[in-house]
């Protein structure tokens, strides 16, 4: 399951559904992880560990890393794992630095 919104976890096919909205999907697996067990279509990987620092930097820079834009503090995004467990480490330190 996926961590988005608050406690909420998502299904699959809400993440799906999401996605076609523009939701920003950050898988927080290692980058291991990701080279064993597959990326997840359309996600940017940013390990759990990397995660804060990201989230403060500046947005072309974010961009230049990430290949993706920088969300604002107010775009929906979705953060992912393997077992749920860091997607909700994940949320609360994205809402720590006034992510809603």
Known sequence: SLCAAGAFNVSYRELKDLKKAN????????RWEIDRFGKIPESVNIPLGELMEALQMDPAEFKEQYNQNMPSKSDPVVFSCLAGTRSKRALGLAMSLGFS
Do not use: K, M, T
Request: hydrophobic fraction near 50%; charged fraction near 40%; aromatic fraction near 0%.
């Open 23 to 30: 939701v920003l999907h950050i898988d927080v697996r290692e």
